[in-house]
């Protein structure tokens, strides 16, 4: 179980720093529709930023089995979900039917 944890972890980390960089000035702490980034990661993920930051706290809670790990990796995965309605609410919003698109060819 360490092992998968440890070879779920190690590409998941690069994606996301790779994520990050290819998301560039369109970053934001708090969700803002400054441009539509379509290319990259995000040209077959919508978010993918989250995508890897979730299988990080599942790698993490697979490397130490604890319950604790584990309920922060449920409490991730309830963030995000959250998150992910509020960013594609504002992107629609801004984008309209560019995003609309960009969303029916991309996952999640």
Same mark, same amino acid.
């Given at each position: 179980m360490s092992y998968m944890g440890i070879a779920l972890i190690l590409p998941s980390f690069v994606l996301l720093l790779i994520a990050f960089h290819q998301?560039?000035?369109s970053f934001a702490v708090n969700a803002k529709a400054k441009e539509l980034v379509t290319n990259g990661l995000?040209?077959?993920? $919508?978010?993918p930023m989250y995508v890897f930051q979730i299988l990080l706290f599942l790698g993490f809670a697979m490397i130490t089995r604890d319950v604790i790990a584990y309920g922060f990796f449920i409490l991730a995965l309830v963030f995000v979900a959250w998150r992910v309605r509020i960013?594609? $609410?504002i992107l629609e919003e801004k984008f309209g039917d560019a995003y609309r698109a960009y969303r029916e060819q991309v996952w999640f």
């Open positions: 998301l560039g000035n995000y040209a077959k993920i $919508r978010h960013e594609n $609410r």
